[in-house]
Antibody, heavy 122, light 106 residues
Framework: EGQLLESGGNLIQPGGSLRLSCAAS????????MTWVRQAPGKGLEWVST????????YYADSVKGRFTISRDSSKNILYLQMNSLRADDTAVYYC???????????????WGQGTMVTVSS | DIQLTQSPSTLSASVGDRVTITCRAS??????LAWYQQKPGKAPKLLIQ???SLESGVSSRFSGSGFGTEFTLTINTLQPDDFATYYC????????FGPGTKVEIK
């Protein structure tokens, strides 16, 4: 059974940077589109960013465009989210998630990590 | 951008009840809709994709229907483990989640 394990969450000051990681195991990472989803405290789910299986195509929510960068290292089975110019409203649990179909682009997410908490506060 | 609404936002029900949650899209998403269950402090769990396709291992008490702009999630014979928040998600045009429906104990 596959697994996703996020790390890198922390308390960070406004304007700071943070890089999240998501280690994948138990499936062929390089053949799946991967996504970051976040959830602010007490709020709903918000799609953040998606990267194609090849890593060549990336997509961002307007709320993070120009500040966040998604990437992947398929030799290490790790997904990343580089977050710059962090703001208080970026405070959330960040989940990584896997597309349900091999090379599925517009797809549901059938595997999620446990999440990592990012708190942006002075 | 496609917007999703869910109704109701909160649903009070008893064990054994049948409950229905509605998700509406601002324009057609064909059948590219998924339903997730989330419990406090836990990651979401995929229940249904393509509007009506039940995920392996998910109880058959859950069912989904709809096409275009209106979709429903039905839970038959509500069990104690079903009290949670449910989100719809469209993946016709990028990805977006509905605001959620909390199913609570009456």
């Amino acid at each position: 059974e596959g697994q996703l394990l996020e790390s890198g969450g922390n308390l960070i000051q406004p304007g700071g940077s943070l890089r999240l990681s998501c280690a994948a195991s138990g499936f062929t990472f390089s053949t799946y589109v991967m996504t970051w989803v976040r959830q602010a405290p007490g709020k709903g789910l918000e799609w953040v960013s998606t990267i194609s299986d090849t890593g060549f195509s990336t997509y961002y929510a307007d709320s993070v465009k120009g500040r966040f960068t998604i990437s992947r290292d398929s030799s290490k089975n790790i997904l990343y989210l580089q977050m710059n110019s962090l703001r208080a409203d970026d405070t959330a649990v960040y989940y990584c998630a896997k597309a349900s179909r091999v090379r599925g682009f517009l797809d549901a997410f059938d595997m999620w990590g446990q999440g990592t908490m990012v708190t942006v506060s002075s | 951008d496609i917007q999703l609404t869910q109704s109701p936002s909160t649903l009070s029900a008893s064990v054994g009840d049948r409950v229905t949650i509605t998700c509406r899209a601002s324009r057609t998403i064909n059948n590219w809709l998924a339903w997730y269950q989330q419990k406090p402090g836990k990651a979401p769990k995929l229940l249904i994709q393509e509007a009506s396709s039940l995920e392996s291992g998910v109880s058959s008490r859950f069912s989904g229907s709809g096409f275009g702009t209106e979709f429903t999630l039905t839970i038959n014979t509500l069990q104690p483990d079903d009290f949670a928040t449910y989100y719809c998600q469209q993946y016709n045009d990028n990805w977006m989640f509905g605001p959620g429906t909390k199913v609570e104990i009456k």
